[in-house]
Nanobody, 119 residues
Framework: QVQLVESGGALVQAGGSLRLSCAASGRTLSSYTMGWFRQAPGKEREFVAALTWIGGSTHYADSVKGRFTISKDNVKNTVYLQMNSLKPEDTAVYYC????????????WGQGTQVTVSS
């Protein structure tokens, strides 16, 4: 089992920045891919970014490319999502997720953290 706890969500003005954190526990993450997803009111959950723990390969949704950066801290077993140049359309609940490298579905999810961007 992997437990994921997100933090860092807040109310921020458009153009501002936030850094979300996802603290992982329960398993070594060396064989996992970590992801960030978001869900806005009335919309489906959507992929934001992903990172492979070994190798650090990253992948981003087109809507956040160039503005968001996913990274990790091996010592703290934590994944981050640095969000810059925030827009009102980035408003959503952001979820951290983990899947084993060979799985196609994310197996573990955090509880979510609210990000609200005011115009």
């Amino acid at each position: 089992q992997v437990q994921l706890v997100e933090s860092g969500g807040a109310l921020v003005q458009a153009g501002g920045s936030l850094r979300l954190s996802c603290a992982a526990s329960g398993r070594t993450l060396s064989s996992y891919t970590m992801g960030w997803f978001r869900q806005a009111p009335g919309k489906e959950r959507e992929f934001v970014a992903a990172l492979t723990w070994i190798g650090g390969s990253t992948h981003y949704a087109d809507s956040v490319k160039g503005r968001f950066t996913i990274s990790k801290d091996n010592v703290k077993n934590t994944v981050y999502l640095q969000m810059n140049s925030l827009k009102p359309e980035d408003t959503a609940v952001y979820y951290c997720a983990a899947r084993r490298a060979w799985d196609t579905e994310y197996n573990y999810w955090g509880q979510g953290t609210q990000v609200t961007v005011s115009s």
